[in-house]
Structures are given as C-alpha cells and as structure tokens.
C-alpha cells in the first residue's frame, strides 16, 4: 500500500512539472555592445515585478543567453558587464507559454550621456527622473540606480507603430503662409527592420475665403550598428491666397533633407547635414542650409558644443506635433516681397557652448554669431503697398515684410531645475542685436529708411511638466524685453530656454473617453502673446492703423487623437 502510494505521488509530482513547464514562459536573447559585437559573460538577472525572487544566467560566447520557467507576468531584466553601464529592460510581459527574444545593446558611459533636458512628448508613467542633456538625440537614457548609473529602456515605450490625428482651429498668425483658419493634421510612424522608422505626417488647411493648401513630409531614420544614425527627409508645401489680386502668387516648396549623427571619439559626437529647397514664388529660387553639431563630452556631467545653422528654429519640437500641426515653417522657406520680387530669408548662425549638471540643476553658457539677410517681419492689419514690398494673408490677418539685412553678436544663460511632479522649471538671460524702428507716430512710407539695429536684453521664465492627478501637460512662459523690437534676442535658441516673445501658454489635456474609443484622445490649446505686447503702430497709406509686432496675439485649440 505505501508503494503504490509513492508511485501515485511521483506521477502527480511529473505532471505538476510538466503542466507547470507547459504553460511556463522563456526570455532569451542577444547581448551586444553598441558596435554589435557579442559579449560573452555578461550577468543577466531576470526579476519579477512584485516579487524578490530573480532568475540568473551568462551570456555565451555569441552573446546569447536564457532563463526559463517563468511564470506568465510582467519582468524586469537587467544586464551587466565590465566596463559597460548596466542595461535595464521594464515591463516586459511574459505570457503563458511564449518565448520572447531581446536584443540588447550595453553601452559605455559616454555613449549614453546627452546634453540638454530631453524635449520629446513625456509619457504619462510619474516615472523616476530621467535626465538628458541633449534635446534634439534618441540616445538611450540615463538614470542613478542605487547610487550608479544605468541605461533604461520600458517596452511600454518600444512601439512599432503609432498614428496621430489631429483637428485644429485658429490661425497661427505668423504672417504670410501659415496655417489656415482650421486644419486636419496627420502623424503616422511605423518600425521597421528592427532598428528603422519610418514616418509621413502633414497638415491639410482650408479657410472661410479658400483653400490655402497644405504641407506634408515623409522621413526614414535608421539606427546603426556602429551607433551612427542617419536620416533623410522629403517636404512638400503649398499655399494659395485667395480673393488678392494677380500680383499674389502662389507659394510652392520642395525640401531634401539628409542628415547623420556619428561619433568620432568615446567622448566626441558629431551631427551633420543639409537642406536642398527649391521655392516657387514669384519667380524661381534654390536655397541650400547646411547645418553641423560637434558635442564634446568633457565629463559625464559636462559638455562643450559646437553649432552652426541657416535656418531658424520653431517650436515643435518642444511642443508635440499635433500642437503645431505641419504649416509654413515645416518647410521653412521664409518669403517675403522686395520690389514685387520675391526673396527668401537666408542667415547664418554659430553658437559655441558649455553646459553642466549639477545634481537636480544644470546650467549653460553660450556665446553666439548670426547674419540674417532678407529677414522676414511680421505685421498685423490690412495693408496694401504699391510699392510691392508687402505680403499680406487674408487668414490671419497678418503679412510679412522684408526687414533687410543684420547682424549682430550675443550671448545667453540658461539655469533649468527639475521639481516634484514632473516639473522644470527655466531661467534665460540672453543679450543681442535685434531690428527694431527708430522714431514714434510713424507712417508706413517711413519704415524702409528707420529700420535700425541696436542691442537689447531678455529674459524668459518657464515652467513645462505634467500636473499630477490630471496629467495635464502644461508650457507656460513669459519672455521680457528691455525696450520695443521687432525681431527675438537670440532667433536661433534651441536650449530649454527657448520661447516665444511675451506670455504664453500651451496645454495638452487627456480625455477621459477610453472606455468609449480605442484611441488617446487629448484636448489642444495653444496661445502665444496673450497680452498682445510689443505691437509697435504704423499710419497706413489709406489713413488706418497697422502694426508691426515681433509676435502676433494668436489662439488656437483642438482635438488629437492617438491610436
């Protein structure tokens, strides 16, 4: 009797195993450095969420290891070799009987860090801060991990594929081309072979008085084996006005963009490119912007810069796509009229820089060489100049006119802190030439012979972040100037002190409609220069008023959806 019942629990016991192992998960996977070599005896641990029990194995000589048996649930794997910086993978879900597959890349130290606060669209996870001090990079980010730094990644964040579609109203107001009075816009990004993206996004505008056109642009990026990563973008954009008389034309562009961002050294990166537009406005014109980055990393907390430009930066990249939905300056020929012929903006920018981090502080200071010739200024008002050296936009109500040539010298200091809850907040000082009107009660035939440069100041506070609770994502900035002007002290900013002229706010709010669409749904507001500052006025031919602003009241607002 006592042997049969010892074989009875034997044969329980086997099949407990094997119907354990049956619906049991695998992780296995690839450990790499960033130049896909195999990395044998890295220390991989496998950890599941809630629970202090851990899974360990080695990697063999391909680099390859696995750890089975694992219960279905979400895991966190991390990995660790010498002389790298360990890698950390969370939220990775392992269900019932599947195997899942990692590729894995161990970066060294200088190979992760970057330079200024990271500017893509925050997540709405109230993770553990994560610092970066480069905004324009998709490097991996860095974060202190019981006291030591490690490189993170969240699959909740790996996605192959998203679409954005976005519905706006309100003229954006920056003189002649820009959006119309609504517009439906578009973002649709999908991976491929594993280290691509490929992605075609665009803007469709209309208005009570027409069709002004729309913008779109597709892009392919690609990550490589040896760290570079490379990208080419095509931009198509159109723009019609309606109810002007023939000597308006109609506004097309055409711009290639090939860039690439490499490493020269452990502690030096390299970003280069260029821009071939080719402009239909009033005649035909080719206009070609080269642009190059040389990061210097001098310490894990410091960075020297280099940064040459000939195009001015907006600011979508802080923004998110769908709040500043593909428009004039996605294209980013800057036109304007000078004796009925059409010319386009052209200038050149140097900025050398240093930035530290200190704790949860960084500070940079930057010293700066621009020429812009052609530049384009922005009006407000109905205006017509026979003289053929105005642009006007009957959607707005705004138009542009062609400032002449300047140059000028500056320098800049930004202090950025991170607070609770997601928070930053800015401080820029910056000093430089600016275009601004010598003389009061002017009329309009007086401006080509007044315009003037002199230097002035700004300053500019800001607060970014997401609001706990709601998830509200708020920008709220105020930039002062010392004095009227009607072009920004330090046009080409692209440091987290970067704002438009006087107060605005923007806010991106979730709705909470997801148990009724299989979508993201967010509510848009965007308004810039709520205060209407820095509107200088000007007596126009036909005994009105118009203006001359360095940026134009506007509000705009809108419904995106994310799927």
Known sequence: MTRRLGWLLIVIAWSAIAL???HSGKV???VRNSKGVAQMGAYVEVTKLGSDETDRAFTDTKGYFAVNGLVPGKYTVKVSAPSFLPSLTQNLPVQSG??????ITLNTLFEAVTLLPDRKK?????DDWKWTLRSMSNRPILRVLDGAPTVVSDTKAQQTHQQTLAFIAGSQADGYGPSGDYGTAFDMEQSIFASGTVSFTGNVAYGTGGDPGGVVRASYKREMTDGSRPEFTIVARRFSNPGLDFRTPILQAFDSMASNTTQLAQSIEVSYGADLQSIQFAGRQEAFRPFANLDWHLSPTSVAEYRYATSVPNMRNLKGFDTAPADFSEADPRVTLLNGRGMVENASHQEVSFSQRIGKNSIQVAGYSDRVKNAELTGVGNLYDPTGNVMPDV??????YNGGTFATNGMRIVFERKLPHDVTATLDYAFGGVLDLDGQNLNWTQVRGLLQEHNSEAMTAKVTGSLPGSHTKLIASYRWMNGAALTPVDMFNVSPGQADPYLNVFVR???PFAHLIPCKMEAIVDVRNLLAQGYIPLMSPDGGTVYLVQSARSIRGGVSFTF
């Open 20 to 22: 354990a192992s049956a």
């Open 28 to 30: 296995s996977g690839y």
């Open 98 to 103: 599947a195997s899942l597959v990692m590729q």
């Open 122 to 126: 925050p997540t709405d996870d109230q």
């Open 395 to 400: 959607f707005g109500g705004t138009f542009s």
């Open 509 to 511: 709010q979730p709705l």
